[in-house]
């Protein structure tokens, strides 16, 4: 059916959100597109909002639409990650293709509900900018206008559930990511208290005494093997608070925490570095 810009725009925006992956739980992967040429991208999963990206979108004739993204800050997860999306030369924009499909089409949802949507937008490569979309780039079409599947004669067309693909290795983030002071204040905390001192002090002697982590933990009577199931401890009950908050991915956390438990020497230099600040090479 050929549709005039106006008619794509109306049915853009004539829905509250279109979505993909709706065959999962605890999933979203959303576009809003609004009335006034500005929308806004959402991914989440495992009870986390990994992106949320503002954009003003322009259609062409052609059947592309042009994004432009701009800085986004939610007053909610700022204190624990900043901006949800920075917008630089490189990502500022993108032009994707798409097809503007007329169903109806029936999804089989989480929890055995079924739902009938009346359009399907299908993309011809992922809209979100580098790196802030689902690891699978594969998931391209989003549904909108849900609607009772007795409403019109055309017959429904049964959607076929997707193969859910694993996540990338490495993670999408460098252990960097992870050290936010917000999150390594429980690290530091655990680690100060079974060596019986705070926090401070212990930074006070790497710091300006030169001192390694293993040193201190000598000084107080503990040694290297009781040290490094201490070390263990703190950074699993850090990792855990990120995954409560949202701000990792269980996966991700499951990632390093395989890592860090066969290399002991890893683990005791990123634990330093949460105490120093210095930065850390966990490459060898």
Known sequence: ???????????????SRWKAGLYWYDFLLAIEFH????????????????????????????MQIHFEFFDTIDAFWLPYRGKMFERTEKNALKTVAFQLLDGPFVIDEPYHQQHTYRYLLRFASDPFPEGEGPADA?????????????????????????VRQPHRWPPAHTFAFFLNPTFTAIATQEVASALHLTPEQITIKMVKANYGLSAIAADQGIFYDQLYPIEKKAVSAML??????????????TAWKNLFWDNPGKLDTVVGSMFSGLPVDISF
């Not at 059916?1 to 829905?15: E, K, V, Y």
């Not at 594969?138 to 997707?162: A, C, E, N, T």
């Not at 855990?240 to 956390?253: L, N, Q, S």
């Open 1 to 15: 059916m050929s549709r005039t810009i106006g008619q794509i725009r109306d049915i853009l925006h004539g829905t």
């Open 35 to 62: 009335q006034d040429g500005t929308g806004e991208m959402m991914y989440g999963e495992n009870q986390g909002l990994r992106s949320d990206i503002n954009f003003r979108y322009d259609i062409t004739a052609d």
């Open 138 to 162: 594969s998931l391209l079409d989003y549904y909108g206008w849900m609607r009772d599947v007795s409403l019109g004669s055309k017959p429904p067309v049964g959607v076929q559930r997707p």
């Open 240 to 253: 855990d608070a990120e995954i409560k908050a949202g701000y990792i991915r269980p996966e991700e956390a």
